[in-house]
Nanobody
Framework: QAQLVESGGGLVQAGDSLRLSCKAP????????MGWFRQAPGKEREFVAA????????YNEDSVKGRFTISKANAKRTVYLQMNNLKPEDTAVYYC?????????????????WGQGTRVTVSS
């Protein structure tokens, strides 16, 4: 349903930071659970972080917790993914997704709308 548009990806060195943005129409960001997933070449789609309507957050603790932070600005219709201390293994296409309101889901199948992705490349 909602058309999600990601931006902010790029080529950086290990240890650098990036902030990804995802804009959605209407009240999607305000009312839906918003998630970030990533897919590296030859790998399965991987959960990164999610934030619920009530601002509850969930992270892939093994991969990104402590380095990445998800947040949103309802008035700007935007969800963010702040990525610090990037590592080469963070290299992937990052996708924004929206799910029906509820707890922040770690399951890709829970999300019904997806953006086209923004590419993040981290060099050594």
């Amino acid at each position: 349903q909602a058309q999600l548009v990601e931006s902010g990806g790029g080529l950086v060195q290990a240890g650098d930071s990036l902030r990804l943005s995802c804009k959605a129409p209407g009240r999607t960001v305000m009312w839906y659970t918003m998630g970030w997933f990533r897919q590296a070449p030859g790998k399965e789609r991987e959960f990164v972080a999610a934030i619920s309507r009530s601002d509850t957050r969930a992270y892939n603790e093994d991969s990104v917790k402590g380095r990445f932070t998800i947040s949103k600005a309802n008035a700007k219709r935007t969800v963010y993914l702040q990525m610090n201390n990037l590592k080469p293994e963070d290299t992937a296409v990052y996708y924004c997704a929206a799910a029906q309101p509820g707890s922040p889901s770690r399951v890709a199948g829970s999300y019904e709308s997806w953006g086209q992705g923004t590419r993040v490349t981290v060099s050594s």
